[in-house]
């Protein structure tokens, strides 16, 4: 398929009211606190069912990279990040707001999410298929310990709690055995409950892991809304001025390469890269002393910075199957339930729907900015939406996505489960990405596992470890290991002393 | 109660499933058995050590008690009674029930406003989901 075949496809009636529609949502969601960029990709994951593999991609895509921008608009004007990736946005953008400068902050946001957006999307777009090669050389015991690897992410998605993350990534597994086995037909824990013969069904369990818990959460406090401090703002203007795009614009390159490399790490993800980013813009400026004090290259560097991880974290996702982020690992989730398979196929026979979505992210990054920088001044208004009117909102919207999967009312049931337990695992401090990335994997891991002892001679472990691949992934899962216990010991030593 | 004896109970439970469930799954076939029971094993060593973490990292911290608030709680009873119940009386009227009741349980004062929001909302899943998406949500329970 050539560029303009692909571009004729990219600009269909249905991939671009996807775009459109995605973008719209993500802002929204991105733009109420409390909301994250998970929740709006499992709400709309059943939605996708009904479209075609293009369209509904660029649906979720779309949602996902709009919400990391949304969760800038919160933090400028009421300090308070929509977005965990947004936090280190809120030091400069509220000074301004504080200054009536609510406008200037916003389009330099704007201005910078953009282009980290298109650095990522082009990045995506030249390394992922060259990598994507890769996964040709793969075989049982390279997936094996790929799955491995995979699950090792869960250091890092566990932030400060790693031994809880480590028994969420466990539970996921075991619940993904769950269910008649592939080989033998057996079936497995189903005690007697027919609903589980097929196994786990992973959409409305996301679904109720992210959103019914997130709506349980904003019912304990439904009568909460944003308060609003009254500010004089700037004369509204659309477009960044060209003085202050070329104040920043070093920054925003520079930003979006770290945000690119960090998005490429299993893992991390944007909050990571843009306190990185900040840290690096404020360490290589020459007035440092403006960084928190209202400094347009702050909030440049953050913003870039978790705009550009959006697409590279699809690029360890799309040519290896391993998701960059907790976002990425649910897109895995909506890849295979579209048939598409995470490897080399995505680049050859599926070619005209990867490199669409591709051309479509980079699209859509554009279109949100135009978008974004229209409804911001409307945030106010938008913000104010009561947790007492979102919790049944999201409530509702869960159980009826969950049932249009398969217009089965046992999918609702398996819902509502994980929702009342993604609400307890927050409740207890036990991370709810690792469990689906359990989820995932586990059928990844135990069909490698299985072949490799079909295939070994001798020990499977030694099977397993004979040949570069697998030793390559070992070295990675054990470094990995020991960078999130790494991290866990310090971030328990820093914690201990704010204690004390 | 407090955070250490919730991690440690917690993660005695799940010792204690990870350890039935372990000896449920030596009963399977071959081949069907070694993939969880490695896994079930994985996660009872993981429980014990939790506690042992729980123990070392909270010993000499102040306990703060905390509490699940019951709130979410009514409200995930109140949503799982309207999914029973529309299999009955339908969806859409199950979940006026819903949101009927949350505007009691949450004693909104802004009435008017959130009937009409559930009302709009209503609508927008009516035609999304019925036209858009071809799912028959009227016929859910009749």
């Known amino acids: 398929m050539d ?33 994250t960029a998970n929740l709006g990709v499992a709400l709309l994951l059943p939605i996708t069912y009904g479209l075609e593999p293009t369209s509904a991609l660029l649906l979720l895509v779309s949602v996902y990279t709009s919400a990391i921008y949304g969760g800038s ?32 902050a916003i389009r330099i946001s ?66 993904s055995t769950i269910g008649s086995d592939l080989d033998s037909g057996y079936p497995r824990f189903v005690f007697g409950f027919t609903g589980l013969v097929s196994g786990i069904n992973f959409v409305p369990a996301v679904i109720g892991l992210f959103s019914l818990s997130q709506a349980l959460v904003l019912s304990e406090d439904p009568l909460k809304t944003i308060q609003l401090n009254k500010v004089k703002t700037d004369r509204w203007q659309f477009l960044p001025k060209l003085i202050e795009a070329h104040k920043v614009v070093i920054t925003c390159f520079v930003s979006s390469i770290i945000g690119v490399l960090v998005g490429i790490l299993p893992g991390a993800g944007g909050d990571i890269a843009s306190w990185v980013s900040y840290n690096e813009a404020k360490r290589f400026s020459k007035n440092k002393l403006e960084f928190g004090k209202g400094s ?47 490897g080399r196929e995505l680049f050859t026979i599926n070619g005209h729907i990867t490199y669409s979505v591709i051309w479509g992210f980079i699209f859509a990054n554009l279109f949100m900015g135009f978008v974004g920088l229209f409804v911001a001044r409307y945030f106010g208004k938008i913000a104010k939406i009561p947790n007492y009117f979102l919790a049944p909102a999201i409530i509702i919207l869960s159980v009826v996505g969950s049932y249009a999967i398969g217009n089965n009312i046992q999918d609702v049931y398996t819902m509502i489960i994980f929702g009342l337990f993604g609400y307890l695992m927050r409740k207890f401090n036990y991370p709810p990405a690792p469990l689906i990335l359990g989820l995932i994997l586990g059928p990844i891991a135990e069909t490698g596992f299985r072949q490799s002892q079909i295939l070994a001679n001798e020990g499977v472990l030694l099977y397993i470890l004979n040949n570069n691949i697998s030793l390559i992934l070992f070295v990675l899962t054990v470094i990995s290991i020991f960078s999130a216990i790494y991290l866990e010991l310090t971030k328990k030593t820093n914690y201990e002393k704010n204690i004390s | 109660m407090s955070r250490i004896k919730s991690n440690i109970v917690i993660s005695l439970l799940l010792a204690f499933i990870s350890l039935v469930l372990y000896f449920f799954a030596k009963d399977f076939p071959d081949t069907s058995k070694n993939f969880p029971i490695i896994i079930l094993l994985i996660i009872l060593l993981l429980s014990l050590g939790q506690i042992g973490v729980s123990v070392y990292r909270f ?3 102040n306990q703060k008690n905390f509490n699940i608030p019951i709130t979410p709680l009514l409200v995930f009873g109140l949503s799982f009674f309207c999914v029973i119940l529309m299999e009955y009386i339908g969806f859409f009227s199950s979940f006026a029930i819903l949101f009927i009741s949350l505007l009691f349980l949450f004693k909104i004062k802004n009435k008017k406003s959130y009937l009409l929001g559930a009302i709009i909302l209503f609508f927008f899943i009516f035609i999304v989901f019925e036209f858009g998406l071809k799912v028959s949500l009227l016929k859910i329970g009749f």
């Open chain 1, 3 to 35: 560029s303009f075949e692909i571009l004729l496809n990219l600009f269909s009636f249905a991939n671009v009211a996807a775009v459109i529609f995605g973008v719209c949502i993500g802002l929204l969601i991105g733009m109420l606190p409390g909301l």
């Open chain 1, 73 to 104: 608009f919160p933090a400028i004007l009421i300090n308070a990040p929509g977005t965990s990736a947004s936090a280190a946005t809120a030091i400069d953008g509220y000074v301004l707001t504080k200054e009536g400068k609510f406008n200037t």
């Open chain 1, 110 to 175: 704007t201005f910078a999410s953009v282009f980290g957006g298109i650095v990522s999307g082009f990045a995506l777009l030249f390394i992922a298929p060259p990598l994507s090669l890769i996964s040709l050389k793969f075989g049982p015991a390279q997936y094996f310990m790929l799955a491995i690897f995979g699950l090792t992410i869960i250091g890092t998605l566990s932030s400060g709690n790693f031994v809880k993350g480590l028994i969420a990534g466990s539970i996921g597994l075991f619940l």
């Open chain 1, 296 to 342: 347009l290259k702050g909030i440049a560097a953050s913003e870039a910075a978790n705009n550009a991880v959006t697409g590279s974290s699809l690029i360890p996702l799309l040519t290896l199957g391993i998701p960059g982020s907790t976002t990425a690992a649910i897109l895995l989730g909506a890849l295979l339930i579209h048939g598409l398979v995470p």
């Open chain 2, 59 to 61: 010993k000499n911290l």
